[in-house]
């Protein structure tokens, strides 16, 4: 899958979570989910089940933990890939 | 006595009608929300019938969020932010924006239990090993405090957000500690109220108690029939309903409407002594509840006009009737008027004493006392005690003063608030 591809895939998984005052605009490769997104940190969770559904993949405890930015996403996405 | 307490909003989703609007005119009309339920047939449950508020399909839309609406698989929850939003709407009050909530306004929105099918959706996943599959809203929908959380969270209230749990007497008693508490000045507005899911899961247990009626499914508007001869049970029913309770100093700084006056009330126990059981009521409680009621309201038993009874449709109504009539020293013709809103809306369980409580309170706003649907045979246990006249079969034009209004539930609790019309 294209790099192209799989961002935009990611970016319509986070849109369900921006909250209200947030656009989709926003989103950039290197924007924190909690912090810089304002993602009610309880919705990552949810953002990983939907990954996980939309890629095919599984992701482990320890890749929520180190998943802080949308990059940070799409480096385990493309782990899980190609691993 | 306290500040004055004073009701400036209502908000219903009740089975004869969803919304304030469609709720009057259902209950002008004797309209039945009882249906067949093809899912409680396919289960093969003995009563195959319910109340259900009919959500329709893009009306959730203007209450939650796409995300919000995402997994949300809880009924009670829904009704309740419906009933509960409205409410708020009605009083004239905005969600608090800013920086701080608002310290002034609470939540006490009370439940049975909260998102039974979520619930059932989490114990397949786990019980699967799917436990990491349940995302993050499972918790927020079951816990029982959901609809005060939820509730809570989109009015931007500051003050107690709590849900109570007292079975059938949930909604009345959420009015009465919200009144306390508005009383006492601790607050200045409460959005009181109660919501129920509705469901075979939450039905079933009650239909395996063989406490609601068999022989209707194929006539389900005829099946609830508080104080009738051929009462057989009471018809599960489900919804919310909610009122803001205010101060009357606060009502009257914004010049809200004022629907009417909460004057007092009382909650107690029969102990499950004697011949209260955890499922049967103590009369010499529900009696004590009432006296005391009338006692806390400032009022004598003869100022009440008008009862709206707890009246399931059970043979325990004729009992009720001779407890009303022994707590108020009050027969025959001097008895006030009573009715139930059960034969329309079935007993709508933790939701019953909200949704009923709102459709007393709108009898002062109406100037009527809506009409009983389904006892044109009086059980004889009821007239030999009071006068059939005082059980109007259709609604009549009447302006009521005072409305006594209770609810009691498994567990042998009670709970009686006296509404008055708004005398400034």
């Not at chain 2, 009057?24 to 289960?43: E, V």
């Not at chain 2, 389900?220 to 051929?230: D, G």
């Amino acid at each position: 899958m294209q790099e192209v591809k799989k961002y935009q895939k990611l970016k319509n998984i986070i849109q369900v979570y921006l909250p209200e005052d947030v656009s989709v605009d926003e989103i950039r490769p290197s924007s924190n989910f909690v912090s810089e997104l304002n993602i009610n940190s309880a919705n990552l969770v949810d953002i990983i089940l939907d990954v996980e559904d939309a890629f095919d993949i599984r992701l482990e405890n320890e890749d929520m933990n180190q998943m802080q930015t949308v990059a940070d996403a799409l480096h385990i996405i493309n782990s899980k890939l190609n691993g | 006595m306290g500040r004055r307490v004073v009701i400036t909003g209502l908000g219903v989703c009740a089975p004869n009608g969803v919304g304030l609007a469609d709720f009057t005119k259902a209950l002008h009309d004797g309209k039945s929300g009882i249906r067949f339920q093809s899912k409680l047939q396919a289960l093969e449950f003995s009563c195959q019938i319910a109340g259900e508020p009919l959500i329709k399909a893009n009306l959730l839309e203007r209450y939650l969020s796409p995300l919000q609406l995402r997994g949300l698989n809880a009924t009670g929850l829904v009704y309740g932010i419906i009933a509960g939003r409205d409410a708020w709407a009605d009083a004239g009050l905005e969600p608090t924006a800013g920086a701080s909530p608002n310290w002034d306004h609470g939540i006490i929105f009370g439940t049975g239990m909260s998102g039974a099918d979520k619930f059932r959706d989490a114990i397949y996943q786990v019980d699967n090993k799917e436990v990491r599959r349940l995302g993050s809203t499972t918790v927020v929908q079951t816990m029982t405090s959901g609809i005060s959380a939820y509730l809570g969270g989109m009015l931007g209230c500051g003050n107690q957000v709590t849900s109570n749990s007292s079975a059938c007497t949930t909604g009345t008693e959420s009015i009465l500690m919200a009144y306390d508490r508005i009383a006492s000045g601790k607050a200045e507005v409460i959005l009181s109220g109660s919501c129920s899911d509705s469901g075979p899961y939450i039905w079933g247990g009650f239909d395996a108690m063989r406490i609601l009626p068999r022989d209707y499914n194929e006539n389900p508007s005829a099946a609830s029939r508080p104080m009738s001869a051929s009462a057989q049970g009471f018809v599960p029913g489900s919804g919310a309903g909610a009122l803001v309770l205010e101060s009357l100093e606060s009502a009257q700084k914004r010049d809200a409407k004022i629907y009417a006056e909460v004057l007092g009330g009382e909650v107690n126990s029969g102990g499950q002594i004697g011949e209260g059981s955890m499922t049967a009521p103590n009369s010499e409680a529900v009696q004590r509840c009432i006296v005391r009621a009338v006692q806390n309201a400032g009022i004598e038993p003869k100022d009440i006009d008008t009862i709206n009874g707890h009246l399931t449709a059970t043979t325990k109504d004729a009992l009720e009737i001779s407890n009303w009539s022994e707590a108020l020293g009050l027969k025959g013709e001097s008895f006030p008027f009573i009715n139930s809103f059960k034969g329309m809306i079935g007993h709508c369980i933790s939701a019953a004493g909200s949704i009923e409580c709102v459709g007393s309170v709108l009898q002062f706003e109406e100037d009527v006392i809506f009409g009983n649907i389904n006892c044109e045979d009086l059980h004889p246990g009821i007239t030999d005690i009071i006068s059939g006249s005082k059980i109007p079969l259709k609604t009549m034009s009447y302006r009521p003063k005072v409305i006594a209004k209770a609810s009691f539930g498994f567990g042998d609790v009670n709970a009686c608030v006296i509404f008055s019309a708004y005398n400034p």
